[in-house]
């Protein structure tokens, strides 16, 4: 098996820089899940709690889009078609089913379907580019889709059948987001990553903002202080950063090794439940969790 890009006869204390961006870019984006979860427990809805990290993010985003956009040619129109149409499904649509469905389920079963978006993308691949899938490969994804099922089975015997509610929206989230990555290679091609992404969360920004403003009076602004500083964290730490690190994770160690990495997002966010949230640690979440990181782990290799 040939080394990603960027990672070919490169010595390995050369590497760990690259390897603790993907580590900490990993981590943190996996605590978006535990500062929602606490932001709830303040009586926030979903729609002011996501116009609300939006808002703080919105800044940061637009400064990427202008930064990494100096000296290139300006967009075109079929560029912005493209850039809005991302944003919506990428950052806008699965944010909000993200944030919608944490209502009703754990942080550790929201972060184990999010983790399946690599079986997604190939779905949709197979669906939309007629792409083969070998034998090893639906066997990887068996694997994975019985750990959610593992723990979604023990979530719904605790916490009842709106479970099953907050499951599906995650789930739509992480379908919508899959749909981003399939389609957005040929726009990273023209734009470049780092802009794509600024532009594309801008857009995403905007809807937000925009969302609140159509369904919530602006009085519903008013929430407490611990919902706002919550916020805040949540768009620099588990948004913005996360954004950057693994960016430029990639650029050193490739795309491959940055994914594996990122296999402990799943275990960070389980830690954090227990630790900050008091959820659960079972032996079905651990087995679950176990199913879905090896079912991962499979598909890369199968690829």
Known sequence: MSAPAGTAHTPPASLLPGLLLALFGSIAFSGKAIIIKLAYRYGVDAVTLIAYRMLFALPMFLALAWWAGRGKPALERRD???????????????????????????????????????????????????????????????????????????????????????????????????????????????????????????????????QFLLLRPLSALAVAPEVLWLSVLNATLCTFAPVLMVMMAIERIGAAMTAQTGMVGPLSTILMGVLILGEPFTAWVAAGTVLVLAGIWLLTRAR
């Open 80 to 210: 912005w078609v493209a850039v809005g149409g991302l944003g919506f499904c990428g950052y806008y649509l699965a944010s909000f089913l993200d944030f919608a469905g944490l209502q009703y389920i754990s942080a550790s079963l929201e972060r184990l379907i999010l983790y399946l978006n690599p079986t997604l993308v190939l779905g949709l691949s197979v669906v939309l580019f007629k792409r083969r899938v070998s034998g090893a490969q639906v066997a990887a994804l068996a694997v994975s889709y019985c750990g959610v099922l593992v723990v979604f089975g023990h979530e719904v015997t605790l916490a009842g059948a709106h479970v099953a509610l907050g499951a599906a929206l995650v789930f739509g989230s992480a379908v919508s987001y899959a749909v981003y990555l399939v389609y957005s290679g040929e726009v990273v091609q023209r734009l470049g990553a780092l802009r794509l992404t600024g532009l594309a969360t801008t857009v995403a920004c905007v809807l937000c903002i925009v």
